[in-house]
Every structure is written in structure tokens, then in C-alpha cells.
């Protein structure tokens, strides 16, 4: 093969590579706006820790001798939270559903249970991330809107309420492995 040869050859080599290599960049492009993007929040996250700050030395300490939990967040804005106190399913109690019937003591331990529904936005410029409830364990707490700070750490999530009631509060969530 002359010099000539090889230089056409050499050519048109890479003519099919740009082609070859355009044409993929087109059906990435093209099939972006069908695809759905994940968020970086969608999936199951366990509560690894909630502290709250204290107000003279700014350290955090473990809140209520520890919570436990999980909040569900997935691609299609909608998010789910549910907190109790550590040990809560292991009560030695009866809790008969839509019931009127039950014991003081169990009623007392319900109150153990934090659980809400919402729509979530997230304002990566301000780094807060909005629940716009839609259900909530304590009717008064339906269709309010609360706003956390957030940031990731690897595989965990870190949530800080904005509200002056819980405003001291640091919520650390892990990326669940069930």
C-alpha cells in the first residue's frame, strides 16, 4: 500500500470515528428528555442520628436518649417521614386500629411516633430542600410547608429544620442498604 493509499485510508478511519462518535452523543441527547432524572435525595435513608445543639457551647448532643427512623424520597417529588423514640416497635402493648378503646398507656406511647407526607422542592442555590405536607400524624401539621437545610456527605444526609421551633435540630441520614 502506497504512501497515498494510507493517507486515505487514514482518513476515512477517522471520518467513521467522528460519525460513529457523533451519532452516540445524538442518542444520549436525544434520549434525555424522555429519560427521568434521579435526584440526589431519591431512595430510602435510615436515621443514623439526631442531635440537637446546645445554646452556650454550640456542640450537638444525641436528642431524647436517641430516635430512630426513615425518610423515602423519590424521583417524582413526593417524600415520606417517620421518627419514633429508639426501642418504639419493642412495646409489650395492644394498639387496636380505628379503635376508640385503648389503654392510656398506649396512647402515651403513640405520641412516640412523628409521621408525615409531603411534595418536595428542592433550592440547590439556597441548599434547603421544602416539604409541602400532605398528611401528618398531628392534624394541625397538615398542608403546612417546613423548609430544611441539607447537605451530602458521601452517603449521608444531613437535614437541619430552619423553624425556630426545631431550629437547634441536625437530623444525619444514611442511604439505607434494604
Not at 423519590?74 to 395492644?94: E, F, I, P, R
Amino acid at each position: 500500500m502506497n504512501n497515498k493509499n494510507l493517507k486515505y485510508l487514514h482518513i476515512l478511519l477517522w471520518t467513521v470515528m467522528v460519525i460513529l462518535w457523533g451519532c452516540q452523543e445524538e442518542s444520549i441527547h436525544s434520549a434525555a428528555p424522555d429519560s427521568q432524572s434521579t435526584s440526589p435525595f431519591a431512595g430510602l435513608w435510615t436515621l443514623h442520628i439526631m442531635e440537637l445543639q446546645d445554646p452556650q457551647s454550640g456542640e450537638y448532643h444525641e436528642w431524647r436518649d436517641g430516635m430512630q427512623g426513615y425518610i423515602l424520597y423519590d424521583n417524582t417529588d413526593n417524600m415520606s417521614v417517620h421518627l419514633t423514640t429508639k426501642g418504639y416497635q419493642d412495646a409489650d402493648l395492644v394498639f387496636p386500629n380505628f379503635n376508640d378503646s385503648i389503654s392510656l398507656d398506649a396512647l402515651k406511647h403513640l405520641t412516640k411516633s412523628y409521621v408525615y407526607f409531603a411534595k418536595y422542592t428542592v433550592d440547590k442555590a439556597n441548599q434547603t430542600v421544602q416539604h409541602a405536607r400532605i398528611s401528618h400524624h398531628n392534624p394541625t401539621e397538615w398542608n403546612k410547608v417546613v423548609t430544611r437545610k441539607f447537605t451530602f456527605v458521601g452517603d449521608t444526609l444531613v437535614l437541619e429544620p430552619v423553624e425556630d421551633t426545631f431550629g437547634k435540630l441536625r437530623l444525619k441520614w444514611v442511604r439505607s442498604k434494604i
